[in-house]
């Protein structure tokens, strides 16, 4: 027999919130109710928060085949030469793959096993997705399932809402939550991450037990200066810590950008000024008592090699390779720090 169900709220995760409209139901990253509470030209913020970078539907069934019913799709940007991905995970392996393209309004996985499983279905990171409904073949059972694994929550830019990854499930946020078996809030927003004092207290309301920020890019070109720039890195941690005051926290500052690094911005301030004065702020709070705060060098996880080897044209964006790179570089030298395996 086969199964039909809309989508509903309960099958959402990685979400701050579901918007319905109708029968169509659409997740956002920060929460759209409160869209005015995220000021941004063009209402740039809010448009990135509703490309589902990281969300996921979570379910229990027994199905062999599943299609999964949405709005007609946008044409894919040239970052997504084979479409909009949709991946199914299962025991945080991908297990399929399936591209879609402009209109198109379903998608087919049909190599997914079978048995009573948990499947999660990642959603592109590449555009919003308006919902409909979920057809299950051969299927007894089809019932959301919420995510109990310690929640993660990371923020970023565009490196980390990652529209170039090889799949929906491959953004490297996603590919480090799998590897270390993590619940996924992925805030990563491309263009968008400024520093907003909004975000910060968004972040410091969620019940994440590991928190990481990467923060610095768009900041450098939204003009933040030596003088700005610090002390919004410390205000952003201060925030946080107001309802995490010992939540394992990284601080990670600037990947390799050739272009950015030593020439000055308008406002004289470099990438390289950028890491030096977050690792000051870093001591300044472990000085102050904060001894679940680590730091680490951006350059670590992509330096100016990588980059030249990986990014596009302009130098700062890796490709999907390059995001592998940086989610297997993040997961051996983040994520022992966030989950207190050092040696």
């Known amino acids: 027999m086969s199964l039909t169900l809309p989508i509903t709220e309960p099958f959402f995760q990685g979400v701050l919130s579901v918007e319905r409209d109708g029968d169509i139901v659409r997740p956002w990253r920060l929460p759209h109710t409160y869209r005015y509470l995220f000021p941004s030209p063009e209402d ?25 019913q949405f709005e007609r799709l946008p044409e894919p940007g040239e970052n997504q030469p084979n479409g909009h991905p949709f991946d199914v995970v299962i025991d945080n392996e991908i297990v399929q793959r399936v591209f879609c393209v402009k209109n198109a309004r379903e998608a087919v996985f049909d190599t997914i096993g079978k048995g009573i499983r948990t499947i999660e279905i990642w959603l592109p990171p590449s555009c919003p997705v308006g919902l409909h409904s979920m057809q299950a073949e051969k299927a007894t059972i089809l019932r959301p399932l919420p995510d109990r694994r310690p929640l993660w929550v990371t923020w970023g830019s565009s490196l980390t809402h990652c529209v170039r990854a090889g799949s929906a499930a491959r953004v490297w946020p996603a590919t480090v939550a799998r590897r270390h078996n993590l619940n996924l809030i992925n805030m990563g927003f491309g263009g968008n991450c400024h520093l907003e004092p909004m975000v910060a207290m968004t972040i410091r309301d969620l019940p994440a037990q590991y928190i990481s920020l990467k923060l610095g890019i768009n900041a450098l070109g939204n003009g933040v200066s030596a003088r700005t720039y610090p002390a919004l890195v410390l205000a952003a941690v201060k925030i946080i810590r107001e309802k995490h005051p010992h939540t394992p926290l990284a601080l990670i500052s600037p990947m390799a950008s050739p272009p950015r690094e030593s020439t000055p911005s308008a406002t004289g301030y470099t990438l390289q000024g950028m890491r030096t004065d977050m690792q000051a702020v870093y001591h300044a709070l472990v000085s102050a008592g904060d001894n679940r705060l680590y730091y680490v060098d951006g350059l670590d996880l992509l330096g100016e090699e990588d980059i030249r080897r990986y990014a596009t044209d302009d130098l700062l964006h890796p490709d999907a390779d390059g995001i592998d790179l940086q989610a297997e570089r993040f997961s051996r030298l983040v994520m022992p720090l966030l989950l207190g395996r050092t040696s």
């Open 44 to 68: 740039s913020l809010m448009e990135r928060a509703a490309c589902p970078s990281g969300v996921r539907l979570r379910f229990e069934t027994d199905a062999t085949a599943l299609t999964l």
